[in-house]
Structure formats: C-alpha cells, structure tokens
C-alpha cells in the first residue's frame, strides 16, 4: 500500500438545472494504494456510482466537475482531453459494471472484444493478443476458453458473463479497476465465486480496486478500506474493521443497525427514521443532523462538518465514542 | 389445528418449446421446464413461512400458484380448508381468495401511475362492491404515511413509500395471508429495515400470515417462522430459522450458508462454491444437486431423495442424518 494509484482531491460534481445547481458529489477527497480495494458504500443517490463515473470521465452532460482534482498514478486526469481520456480510459482504468449483458456488445464474438480491446492499448500482434485472449479467459475460471472465445455474450450465464467483463477489464493490465456493483445481479452463490476472483486478481496483480456497492457484508469481506457517502458527501473513511464494528458516525452506525445481521435475536430491526433529503432540498449544516438522533444546535449551522475538520475519520461534530459504540 | 395454507405435492410446468413449424423443419423435441417439481408445505395462521433459493428455484412461481395467478400442473393448494384447484363452488372461491393479497417487488412497477393512491388502495374493496369510504386515509395512517397522501399520485413517492402503498392495498380486503414475494430487494439497507419493521407490526396487528419469499438468508433469518430452502423446484430443507442457521443439514442449504457474506467476515478467504444452478430443462438425474454437491454418492445420481424428518427438520438428502 505504498504507492498511491489513484488521489482525489475535494471532487464536486455539479448538474445544473433550472432551479438550483445541484451537487450529487460535494468535496470528495480519498486516495487508493497499489493492491488495495476501498469499498464506497451508501444508499441510492448518495453519489457513489457518480464519483466513479467522475473518476473515468464519463459523466453524463449536463453532470460535471466543478472543482477538485483526480490523480492517477501521479498524472492529473480530472482536465484531460477527451482523446487523451480514451488512452487511459481501458488502458489505466478498468471498469465492471453491474449489468454484465450491457456492457458486452452482442454482435460480438467475446474473444474479438478481449483482442480489440488489447490491439488498442498494448503493443502486440493480433496473434499475441488472441493468445492472451485464451489466457486471460482462463484466468477468470471460463472452462473450454479455447472453444467459447467464438461465443457470443448471449451464450453465457449470468456469472460467466460477469467473468468475461472481469478479463475485459483486466486485459490491458490497468492500475485501477472500477467495479460499480459488480455482485448485485447476482446469486449468492455467483457472487461469492466472482469476489473471490476479483480479490485474487487484485492481489496478484497489484490492481487498486474501488468496490461500489450497497451490501455491507461484501464490504466487510472484500475492502481493506471504507468510504460511507451520505447525500453526496464522506461520512466517514477508514478501515474496515474499525468503521463497521466502531462506527463513529451516527449514520454508519444506523445503517450497520439496520442490516438484519446486526440486528440478531432483536424482535424489530433498528431503523434510522426519515429518508435521504432530496438533492434539491439538503438541510443546512451536517446533511444528516433532521434524522440524527445525536444532532446538537452546531449540526443546524453551516458550514457542516467535513472528514477534515473533524477528527479525520468520521465527518460529525459530536462522533460516537469507542465506548458507545461497545454497548 | 389445521394449517391456513397447505401446498401439497405442487408441480408447474412450463412448455417452452419452439413453435411447432420449427420444431417439426428442426427436428427439434418439445422442451419442458420442469419450475416446480413435488412441493408440499403448511403454513400454520399467524406464522411466517419463508421460501429461499437462488434465481430458477421457483420459489415465485409457488408464490404465484398460491394467489392464483397461475395454476398448477399437478398438486394443490388449500386454504382454510378449500382445495382452489378442486373446488367448484364459485362462492366459496370468492370468499377464500379476498383472504389472500400479494406484495410484489418492484413498488414502482405495481402501481398504476395514472390513478390516485385513493383509488389503488380502495381497488380491492371497491371491486367486491364494498365499503370504501375514508378506507384509504385510515391505511395509510397505519402504514406510516400520512391521510392527505390519498390524493396524490405514485411517482410522488420514493421507493420506501411506495412500497407502504403497495402494503397499504394489500391490507384493505382484510386478508389473512400476504404472500410477498421479495418486498424489500429493490430498497435501500436502511429503507428495508422500516418496511420489515411495518409488516412485523401488521401482522400483530391483524393477525396475518406471511408466505414471505426472497433471496437475502439474512432477511429470512430475521422474519420468519420456518425456512424453506428451494434448489431446482425442489424443496431441499425446510427447518426453524435458528435450527438452520446453526446446524444446516443439506449440503446446498450448507453451501449457501457459506458463500453468504458475513459482517465480521473481514478479509475472510472462503472457497466459493463451484459450479452453477443446472438448466431446469434437462435437470440432472436423482437428486438435482449431486453434480455440485461435495459429498455426493452413487445412489445419489441414481435415486431421487425425499423430504424425511431430521431432528426438528426435514430434509431431501440421502446422507443427512
């Protein structure tokens, strides 16, 4: 872990709209080590998947970044060329989406779309490229790759098809891979065999990985690292052990609380009353203080807390203590 | 006492042949898919019966046979004593199937954009002819929402809200069992928690039964009363959530357990279960699981085990003891 792969820094993201300028990601800033997976987790609309999207430079119009900087491998990305963008694009950055039937073309055999792919960001011959084709589709635990590289995506299953976006994504050898809910489509018997794959090519290539998703349980058997977003905002950041059994700040405490797992042997599961504000309408101060059962006159006042001016761990005035937590 | 719900030796079978001019140029056999094979269970009143299994288990498709939006292809399935299937009284029918009501997945998909939720609410009471005056305002007080919410209409409400509605419809007939089929795999960790939390409170209110199907070992483990664990449309388990959870005794029940994530599972390296859900048309011979199954025998490709009594639960396996 000690290179930085990927450093951003007080990311906004901003859409404008008739109304107001809404901002789905607001001073974002966290770094990923070579070899390490940093897990982003929160509710729907909290901003993961648009920090991802910010990261590769594919956020839709009229979404863009309004200030801030993304760094990979030391070289800044965040005010690329778009031109420049597509060499790093597939070449340093890999991407796993949720949906592994749409980011597959389907008039495409899939050994055509591992060799296209590798033809453009490596310097190999189209021969080399088909061999590593075969190659990497055995890597990712596809029997018979040598037969099946003629198949079409439509041909495969679920699990498999998410094998065939993990070795696209691998196949240019790039330092970060982005898996935006790489699991939620699946099984949980699928899910299991494609995170353990993720983890061990992550480590066996040194990849830095950031994991978006929402299911807790992944988080704490696949992150070293954790990032909470609330409302577009870092709630909290650290390992992951310490965030899921310590949590400091209230939200991340609620929402352990409200998995069934953490609730065992409880009649009624705990609940964080209310729901995420709109975007349009965030509360002034900690965008969580109108659901927080802590909240205090401070949390009402702008400007909210922030990983920095806190304690550096959990963005809260008033953080759960390690006692607390115990209880 | 007898059961509310008894489901007996259920099958469905889905013909999902080509048509019949490709069949015949192509030399092609009829294909049948086999989504619910033999499946028998009670659901006693006021108990929560969950069915589990990965996608192809057919645990929808008994959902759906239950409620009769399909019927069976053999078996079936009686409530308070009235076999719908068999019974050819269309009163009685009638009076049966306003006891039962249907929570569906997708809450944006179930409700009527054009209508007002006044009108989704009362639909079940007005479509029998009944009294729905103020019926709509008083649900939605007692899901959680507010009485002027009546007016409005679905897209005026998040995902969490909706799902109340959909739960608010399904409690104006005043039914008895709710059949639910995954209610809370399309909301949010912290949203699913207050809609568990609701239809816990309901079913003490009103005395409900639950046929509660899902995927999420998690959300079974927390609701219900018995587990039914469903492989290939077969019932391969069934036990007391505690009884499973501690000692599963089929080694796909035992699988499944694994490769669940665990909260304390940090940097956990667990061998991940090999193999995938077979194809359901040409489902291997004996018991569905042996070509997966770690501890499989001969007699297992060769004979198909059936539900017995292991300890407090049942079990199709040859080997469990």
């Not at chain 1, 820094?9 to 770094?31: G, H, M, N, Q, W």
Request: hydrophobic share 40%; charged share 25%.
């Amino acid at each position: 872990m000690s290179d930085t792969v990927l450093s951003v820094r007080d990311l906004v993201v901003e859409i404008p709209t008739r109304a107001a300028v809404l901002r789905p990601v607001d001073k974002v800033s966290y770094d990923i080590g070579r070899g390490e997976i940093l897990g982003v987790v929160g509710e729907s609309g909290a901003g993961k998947s648009m920090t991802g999207n910010a990261v590769i430079g594919l956020l839709d119009r009229p979404a863009r970044i309004a200030s801030g900087e993304i760094y990979l491998n030391g070289t800044r990305i965040d005010d690329m060329a778009q031109r420049d963008m597509r060499r790093v694009r597939g070449k340093e950055i890999g991407m796993v989406f949720q949906d592994p039937l749409t980011s597959l073309n389907p008039l495409l055999p899939i050994g055509d779309q591992l060799t296209e792919t590798m033809l453009e960001h490596l310097d190999i011959t189209p021969r080399e490229a088909e061999g590593r084709a075969v190659a990497a589709l055995e890597e990712v635990g596809i029997p018979a790759a040598r037969e099946r590289i003629n198949s079409y995506p439509h041909e495969f299953s679920g699990g498999m098809r998410q094998r065939v976006v993990i070795a696209l994504a691998l196949c240019a050898e790039p330092s970060l891979v982005i898996a935006d809910e790489p699991t939620t489509a699946l099984d949980v018997s699928v899910q299991a065999q494609i995170i353990a794959l993720l983890k061990r090519l992550c480590r066996e290539r040194g990849t830095a990985v950031m994991l978006v998703t929402h299911d807790m349980g992944v988080i704490a058997e696949t992150a070293d690292r954790v990032a909470v977003m609330y409302a577009g905002r870092l709630a909290e950041l650290g390992p992951v052990r310490d965030v899921l059994t310590t949590p400091r700040h209230p939200y991340t405490d609620g929402l352990m609380g409200s998995t069934p797992l953490a609730s065992k042997g409880l009649d009624r599961l705990r609940q964080i009353p209310g729901s995420m504000p709109r975007l349009g309408a965030l509360p002034n101060g900690c965008a969580f203080h109108p659901r927080c059962p802590r909240t205090q006159d401070r949390c009402r006042a702008n400007p909210g807390p922030t990983l920095d001016t806190c304690d550096g761990r959990a963005a809260c005035w008033f953080p759960m203590g390690q006692a607390e937590a115990a209880e | 006492m007898t059961p509310l719900v008894r489901v007996d030796r259920l099958s469905r079978i889905f013909d999902v042949s080509k048509p019949w001019l490709n069949r015949m140029l192509e030399r092609l056999p009829r294909a049948l898919l086999t989504a619910v094979s033999d499946v028998s269970f009670d659901i006693p009143e006021r108990q929560v019966y969950a069915l589990v299994g990965e996608s192809g288990s057919g645990k929808s498709t008994i959902g759906r046979m239950v409620v009769g939006l399909l019927r069976p292809s053999e078996g079936g399935v009686t409530v308070e004593g009235i076999d719908l299937t068999r019974e050819t009284d269309a009163d009685k029918i009638e009076a049966v199937r306003s006891d039962i009501q249907m929570i569906f997945q997708d809450p944006y998909a179930s409700l009527n954009p054009r209508w007002k939720v006044r009108d989704i609410i009362a639909e079940p009471v007005a479509a029998r002819g009944g009294d729905t005056q103020g019926l709509a305002e008083r649900l939605l007080e007692q899901v959680g929402l507010a009485a002027e919410d009546a007016g409005k209409f679905p897209h005026e409400f998040s995902g969490g809200q909706r799902q109340r509605i959909c739960i608010a419809r399904a409690l104006a007939s005043e039914p008895k069992l709710i059949v639910c089929d995954e209610p809370t795999s399309a909301l949010d960790v912290s949203v699913q928690a207050q809609v568990l939390n609701l239809m816990s409170d309901l079913k003490e209110e009103f005395g409900l039964t639950y046929l509660f199907i899902s995927h999420d070992l998690t959300v079974v483990q927390h609701m219900a009363d018995t587990i039914g664990v469903l492989y290939l449309g077969r019932l391969v388990e069934e036990a007391a959530p505690d009884d499973l959870f501690t000692t599963p005794r089929h080694p796909y029940t035992q699988m499944l357990l694994a490769a669940a994530p665990k909260m304390d599972g940090f940097g956990r390296e667990v061998e991940p279960p090999q193999g995938e859900i077979p194809d359901p048309i040409n489902p291997p011979t004996g018991c569905a699981f042996h070509p997966r199954c770690p501890i499989a025998v001969a007699r297992c490709s060769a004979e198909r085990p059936e539900l017995r009594f292991v300890g407090g639960a049942r079990v199709a396996c040859h080997l469990a003891q």
